[in-house]
C-alpha cells in the first residue's frame, strides 16, 4: 500500500492538507486525554488512602468503615478467583464452539448461530444478574453445590475448594455467571481468529496427509494460538470489571480469604457497586476510589495484552524477520 | 501400493527407486458448487517426468492439479467428477481415503507456506509427525536428507531452530518443498512454485525440479512458457472456452509442443497471440 493511502502524505505542501492533518492529530488525542484525566482525578481522590495505609492497603482484608482499617485483598482476591473461575470454564467451551463453528457446521447453520452468539454478547448484565440471583444460585445451592461437596469435596487438597456450608451466592455461583457472560465474547472473537488462519495454511498440513482433526491440531491451533490467547484476555478483562452480575450472586459479605469457592464474598466491582453511597467519611470514600483504581489499572493492562495477541496473529505471519 | 492401507514406515523402508509411478486421467470434470470449472479431462502423466500443465490464468490449471491429490474437495462446496488413477488405481474409487491419497500424492503451493509456529526441523518432519512418534536420530537423518534433497540444506543448517517464517521466499519454497519430500511421496505436484520467486530462485527450483525427477513423478503448473519448455518433459495445454469452462486443447511432448503444436490454438498461445 502506497504511503498516502496509509496517510503519511509525502511533505506538507498543501496547506488545506496539514491543517486538516492537525486537527485530526489533535482530535486522536481525545481519547488519550480522557484516559489519563480519569487516571488523574482517580489518583487524586484516591491519594488519602494510599498514603495512609500504603501496602497494606493491598495485603490486609479488614474493612472496616468504622475503625477506618482498609484493606483490599479480600476483594482482590475475590475478583481474581472469580475471574479466573470463569475464564478457566468459559476458554474450553468458546473455542470448542468457535472451532465447530468456523471448522466443521454446514455452512448454512454457521450465520445463524454466530448472529445468536454475538446477541448474547450484548444482553445487558442485570439480566444475567437475575436469571442468577432466581435460578441459578438456588439452583447451585440445592443441587450442584451439595454434589460437588459430596463428590469432589471428598478428594484431599483439592476438596478444601469445596468445603463448607452450600449457601448459593458464593464465589463459586459468581465464576460460572461470569463464566456464561464472557463466553458468547471469547467465542466470537475466537471464531474470527480462527477464519483469519490462511487457507494455505490447512491446506499445506492437509497436503501432507493430515486428517481434518490434525490439520486443525498441527496448523490453525498454532496459528491462532496467540489470537486465542488474546479472546481469553479480552473476556478476563470483560469478568473483571462485571459488576450487575456477580453483584447479585456473590453474596456481599464476607471479607475472609478462604479457600472455599462456597465463601460469600466481594469482588473489587461489586464492593464499589455497593458501598459507594455508603461512605460517609473522607478516608472512606478515598479507599473506594483507589479500589477503582486498581480495578481500572488492572483491567487495563489485560487489555492492552490481549490487543498485542490478537494483533500478532491477525496481521499475517508470525517470526517474520529481515 | 495399497492406497486404502498404506504405511509410512512401509514405504520408507522401501527402496525409494524400485519403480516410478505414473498417472492417468480419464474424463476428470470439476465444480464448484453449480459451476463447472474444468470439462472431460484425459491424459496421462508418465512415471518419473516432468509434465506441465500451461495455459492462461483462468482456464483451469489448478484447478486440475488439485483433482489429483483430492485437494479440489477441501474447497467447500467443491467436488470432480471422473477418474484419476495413480498406478492404475482409482484415487476417487470407493473406499479410498483421500487423506492416504495425499500422503501418497504430495503438494507445492503457489504462495510458499511454511507453518510460521514451527521451527525449520519441525517444518521439515511436521507430515511425518502425523504418523506418531519418530526417535531424534532417526528424525535428524530425514531433515537432512530432505533439506539436501531440497537443496537448502547448506543455507539452513545452522538455522533450523528458527522459525519456518523467518527465511527468504525462495528458502520457504524450498523448505515446503522439503518438507513434501520427507514423507516420500510418489508423485509430486507443483502449482506455479516458482511464480512468488525472484529469478535467481525460480532457477533453484527448476534445478531442483530436475533432480527430483530421477526419484519422483512430477506434475508443475506453469504459465510461465519458457519455464514450460525448460523444465518438462511433457506438456499440457489447456485453454477455457467461451462459456468459461477449462478444456485440454492437447497434450504432448514438450519439444513437439513448442516447435511443431498440432493444434491452431496451441500455436496461438505459444508464440504470444493471446493469454
Ligand atoms: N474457490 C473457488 N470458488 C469458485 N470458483 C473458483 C474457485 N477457484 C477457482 N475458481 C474458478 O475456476 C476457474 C479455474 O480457476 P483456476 O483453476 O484457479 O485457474 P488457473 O489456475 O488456470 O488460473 C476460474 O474460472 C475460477 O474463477
Ligand atoms: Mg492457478
Redesign the interface.
Known amino acids: 500500500m502506497s504511503a498516502e493511502l496509509l496517510g503519511q502524505s509525502r511533505g506538507s505542501s498543501h496547506q488545506g492538507d496539514s491543517l486538516f492533518e492537525r486537527s485530526i492529530l489533535s482530535l486522536a488525542f481525545v481519547p488519550v486525554g480522557l484516559l489519563l484525566l480519569l487516571v488523574a482525578l482517580l489518583w487524586y481522590d484516591a491519594w488519602p488512602a494510599l498514603a495512609r495505609y500504603g501496602v497494606r492497603f493491598f495485603t490486609t482484608n479488614t474493612w472496616d468503615p468504622v475503625f477506618e482499617n482498609f484493606g483490599a485483598a479480600a476483594f482482590i482476591y475475590g475478583t481474581v478467583i472469580t475471574s479466573l473461575l470463569g475464564l478457566v470454564i468459559a476458554t474450553p467451551l468458546a473455542i470448542g464452539a468457535a472451532l465447530f463453528l468456523a471448522a466443521y457446521a454446514p ?1 448454512w447453520l454457521q450465520g445463524p448461530v454466530a448472529f445468536t452468539i454475538e446477541l448474547l454478547a450484548a444482553i445487558p448484565s442485570i439480566i444475567y444478574g437475575l436469571w442468577g440471583f432466581f435460578v441459578l444460585a438456588p439452583l447451585m445451592r440445592s443441587t450442584v453445590e451439595p454434589f460437588l461437596k459430596e463428590t469432589l469435596g471428598a478428594i484431599p487438597i483439592l476438596g478444601a475448594l469445596f468445603s463448607g456450608p452450600t449457601i448459593g451466592k458464593d464465589l463459586l455461583t459468581a465464576g460460572l455467571i461470569l463464566a456464561i457472560m464472557i463466553l458468547p465474547t471469547i467465542t466470537s472473537i475466537s471464531r474470527e481468529v480462527i477464519r483469519s488462519v ?1 487457507d ?12 481434518r482433526f ?1 490439520m486443525i491440531r ?2 490453525v491451533l ?2 491462532a ?1 496467540p489470537g486465542l490467547i488474546g479472546a481469553a484476555i479480552l473476556g478476563l478483562a470483560r469478568a473483571l470489571g462485571e459488576t450487575m452480575a456477580v453483584t447479585m450472586v456473590i453474596g456481599n459479605s464476607s471479607t475472609r480469604i478462604t479457600p472455599s469457592l462456597f465463601t460469600p464474598g466481594y469482588t473489587l466491582a461489586s464492593v464499589i457497586a455497593n458501598q459507594f453511597t455508603e461512605a460517609d467519611k473522607e478516608i472512606y470514600f478515598s479507599a473506594i476510589v483507589a479500589l477503582s483504581l486498581v480495578l481500572l489499572l488492572v483491567s487495563l493492562v489485560l487489555n492492552v495484552m490481549a490487543r498485542v495477541l490478537v494483533a500478532r496473529t491477525t496481521r499475517g ?5 529481515n | 501400493m495399497s492406497l486404502a492401507k498404506p504405511m ?1 514406515a512401509e514405504r520408507l523402508e522401501r527402496p525409494v527407486s524400485s519403480r516410478g509411478h505414473s498417472m492417468q486421467i480419464r474424463g476428470l470434470s470439476a465444480y464448484y458448487g453449480a459451476k463447472k470449472a474444468v470439462d472431460g479431462i484425459t491424459m496421462d502423466i508418465p512415471a518419473n517426468h516432468i509434465t506441465a500443465l500451461i495455459g492462461p490464468s483462468g482456464c483451469g490449471k489448478s484447478t486440475v492439479i488439485r483433482c489429483l ?1 483430492r ?1 479440489h474437495e ?1 474447497v ?1 462446496g467443491a467436488r470432480a467428477e471422473g477418474e484419476v488413477l495413480l498406478d492404475g488405481e482409482n484415487i476417487y474409487g470407493p473406499g479410498i481415503d483421500p ?2 491419497v ?2 501418497l500424492i ?2 507445492v ?1 503457489q ?1 510458499p ?6 521451527s525449520v526441523y519441525d517444518n521439515v518432519i ?2 511425518l ?2 504418523n506418531g512418534r519418530l526417535d531424534k536420530r532417526e528424525a535428524d537423518a530425514i531433515v537432512e536428507r530432505s533439506l539436501r534433497q531440497a537443496a537448502l540444506w547448506d543455507e539452513v543448517k545452522d538455522k533450523l531452530q ?5 527465511l527468504s521466499g525462495g528458502q520457504q519454497q524450498r523448505l ?1 518443498i522439503a ?2 519430500l520427507a ?1 516420500e511421496p510418489e508423485v509430486i505436484l507443483m502449482d506455479e512454485p516458482a511464480s512468488a520467486l525472484d529469478p535467481i530462485s525460480t532457477l533453484k527450483i527448476e534445478d531442483l525440479m530436475q533432480e527430483l525427477r530421477e526419484r519422483y513423478t512430477i506434475v508443475v503448473v506453469t504459465h510461465n512458457m519458457q519455464q514450460a519448455a525448460r523444465v518438462s518433459d511433457f506438456t499440457a495445454f489447456m485453454l477455457a472456452g467461451d462459456d468459461r469452462v477449462g478444456r485440454l486443447v492437447e497434450v504432448g511432448p514438450t519439444d513437439e509442443m513448442f516447435t511443431r503444436p498440432t493444434e491452431k490454438r496451441t500455436e496461438d498461445y505459444i508464440t504470444g497471440r493471446f493469454g
Open positions: 455452512e490462511p494455505n495454511q490447512r491446506e499445506g498440513m492437509l497436503g501432507l496427509g493430515a486428517t490434525e498441527y496448523a498454532p496459528y494460538r505471519p508470525l517470526g517474520v524477520r | 509410512v491429490n485437494m477441501v467447500r487423506v492416504q495425499r500422503r504430495g503438494m503451493f504462495k507456506n511454511p507453518f510460521p509456529m514451527m511436521a507430515g509427525k502425523l528458527a522459525s519456518g517464517a523467518a515446503c518438507r513434501t514423507v
